[in-house]
């Protein structure tokens, strides 16, 4: 008995945490500085400065410099207009 209470309150902190890293994510309106639809490596620096892990060369799918919405949106898989 002792180790269900255990595993489920294990469970319910592994939920809690994702959901934190989640709201930490910054939104992609916020952090588009000059407003052109695209993040630059420098706009990218408030999301990793929030926490965001990835790099801002693994999310740039076409090499463009820049990160599209939908680049972006990976890091929640969703849309994060």
Known sequence: MKAGKIFLLAGML?????????AEVPKFKDIDADGNKS???????????????K????L?????GA?????????LDEDCE
Do not use: H
């Open 14 to 22: 592994a939920l809690s945490s994702g959901a934190a890293y989640a």
């Open 39 to 53: 993040l630059n490596e420098d706009e990218f620096g408030k999301a990793t400065e929030a926490g965001v892990k």
């Open 55 to 58: 790099k801002f060369s693994e």
């Open 60 to 64: 740039d799918q076409n090499k463009d």
């Open 67 to 75: 990160l599209s919405i939908n680049e972006y949106s990976v890091l």
